[in-house]
């Protein structure tokens, strides 16, 4: 989540410094709901491109906004050379009741993966170098899916891997789910997705569980209800380092599940905070040895998968990872 006041910046560049150092897959960096921290999402992944060799992923809304408005949010990042976007519809302003999408605008991510193609094809068919570039570094398109049912959206699971089907057939590269408590809400998820015919890669959105004030406010935000039982038990350790190891403890048993189920890897919401994002990898055998030249070099962003068999509105500053490193998720 790029800094939003100038007293923030030391701490996320901390993280993102922490986090590089350790080869991510791929970074993925917030742009907000209505496009309001475009410029500084602009820049930190602009940053990312020159000094790191992690691949960013820059989120994209369409909410609120024209069509030629997200084309040229599509354009400026393709020209900093950015080849890899989350997209996402955003959410409606809280505060406006009665607000009305503009009738020409992008009205769902399905949208705007289409638009996403479309502008890439036709930079390609005008410029032969964006064609030779485009060639040589594809395009990768991650969507947001929910093994759940989206609470903000009131759609179910069923609805849910239809609209993923949809997003694959629009040119979805690969799927980052939204944060769940539960192994079983995964891998029935990928299960059913696989029978309807989807086909791409699907991470695994994990939170690490070890502040019930941030699992609370995650509820607000996303409509996921943390486990009462989980909640109690952090909320009944007093002591800060024992409630982080029984929270990790307790992340590590989701992430190992999957991973065991066959996900191809996890895309960690680290809120920004990069120990419980590293000390999860550790736990489950994902985490790389730091690369002290990064360590060292105040470079600044994560994601995580592994080698075996593949597998809303998402938290900021995400991290993915890989046993078996030899490509990008999703690539």
């Known amino acids: 989540m790029p800094p939003r006041r100038p007293d923030a910046a030391p701490r996320f560049w901390e ?28 820049r930190v992944v602009a940053t990312l491109l020159a000094g790191t060799p992690v691949l960013p992923i820059a989120h994209l809304t369409c909410v609120g906004a024209s069509r030629e408005d997200v084309s040229e949010v599509i354009d400026d990042f393709l020209d900093a050379g950015v080849r890899a976007f989350l997209a996402l519809r955003g959410d409606p302003p809280r505060d406006q009741p009665d607000w009305r999408p ?161 996900a191809p890897g996890l895309h960690v919401y680290t809120f920004n905070k990069h120990r419980p994002a590293l000390d999860l990898l550790d736990g489950v055998g994902l985490l790389r040895r730091e690369d002290p030249d990064l360590l060292a070099a105040g470079a600044p962003g994560v994601a995580a998968h592994d080698s075996r068999p593949a597998v809303g509105g998402l938290a900021p500053l995400g991290a993915a990872y890989r046993a078996d490193a030899s490509a990008p998720a999703g690539g």
């Open 15 to 42: 993280t993102a410094r922490r986090l590089v150092a350790v080869h991510p897959d791929f970074v993925s960096v917030t742009y907000g709901a209505g496009g309001g921290d475009r410029a500084t999402a602009h």
């Open 102 to 262: 503009p009738a020409d605008g992008v009205h769902s991510s399905i949208e705007l993966v289409r638009l996403l193609r479309e502008v890439e094809a036709a930079r390609s068919a005008a410029d032969p170098s964006s064609a030779l570039r485009g060639a040589a570094h594809p395009l990768s398109i991650a969507v947001a899916t929910f093994p759940d049912g989206n609470p903000a959206a009131g759609t179910t699971r069923a609805q849910e891997v239809r609209r993923l089907l949809e997003k694959q057939q629009a040119g979805a590269s690969f799927a980052i789910t939204q944060l769940f408590y539960d192994a079983d809400s995964y891998t029935g998820f990928v299960a059913e997705a696989r029978a309807a015919g989807v086909t791409i890669p699907i991470l695994a959105g994990l939170l690490p569980t070890t502040e019930p004030a941030r699992l609370r406010r995650v509820e607000e935000l996303t409509g996921v209800v943390a486990p009462s039982r989980l909640l109690a038990s952090l909320e009944a350790l007093d002591d800060p380092e024992a409630r982080h190891a029984y929270g990790i403890a307790r992340s590590v048993e989701v992430a190992q599940a999957v991973l065991d189920a066959g």
